[in-house]
């Protein structure tokens, strides 16, 4: 069964602390996809990544850089330098696919807080 | 991109009674899920919509609770009935583009039953 897992249920850092957050995922199919969002106080869930299984290439973008281990069926998430504005819940999804379409998972989620 | 809105963006309303979410995009895709996110939890799908076709329930969710319209392409509704304090959550309205595996969120209502 697909499922994914973000061991961290709640992180607290300093400003300016990096922070990875984990997320492990299972899955079947050859063919899928993982992401991140956010999700800041207000609610609204904010599309950070995508990336699909056959590419194992690092990504990085400003202060957030993701890393992708097939081999440990990880996909990590680091946010460098943080900031007070990071703080919200992250979720990790993987999407399982369907015939018509994919069907995401997501993960429970790991609540940052970054302290002034 | 895609830009979707849904309304109400939160109510308060009483047992017993239904609300209908909306949920609006600006252009058209092929699928509309449903999400709900209970207090403190994470996205569980409630349904995927497909215009001209019934919705698809996941487990634990029927029809009768959460009838699902989807009359074209660039809308569809949800509609909590009965309701009772354990739907007091947050509903997201998501699409993804043809072949294009990506989610993308409106902003959500925000229930509460009382």
């Known amino acids: 069964a697909q499922k994914v897992t973000q061991a961290q249920t709640e992180i607290s850092v300093v400003e300016k602390e990096d922070v990875t957050l984990d997320c492990v995922y299972e899955t079947r199919d050859t063919t899928y996809y993982l992401f991140w969002y956010k999700q800041p106080p207000s609610g609204e869930l904010v599309f950070l990544i995508r990336r699909n299984s056959f590419d194992e290439q690092n990504e990085i973008s400003g202060r957030y850089s993701w890393n992708f281990q097939k081999s440990t069926s990880s996909f990590n998430f680091t946010i460098t330098a943080s900031q007070v504005v990071d703080s919200a819940v992250y979720f990790c999804a993987l999407s399982e696919v369907k015939t018509s379409y994919d069907k995401v998972i997501f993960g429970p989620g790991t609540s940052l807080s970054v302290i002034p | 991109s895609a830009v979707i809105s849904q309304k109400p963006s939160r109510d308060i309303c009483q047992r017993g009674t239904s609300l209908t979410i909306q949920c609006q995009v600006d252009s058209q895709v092929t699928m509309m899920f449903w999400y709900r996110q209970q207090p403190g939890q994470s996205l569980t799908l409630i349904a995927t919509?497909?215009?001209?076709?019934?919705?698809?329930?996941e487990s634990g969710f029927v029809i009768d609770k959460f009838p699902i319209s989807r009359p074209n392409l660039t809308f569809s509704t949800l509609t909590v009935s009965n309701m009772s304090p354990e739907d007091s959550s947050i509903y997201l309205c998501?699409?993804?583009?043809?072949?294009?595996?990506?989610?993308?969120f409106g902003q959500g209502t925000r229930l509460t039953v009382v």
């Open positions: 998501s699409v993804e583009r043809d072949f294009i595996t990506e989610a993308f």
């Open positions: 919509a497909n215009q001209g076709s019934e919705a698809t329930y």
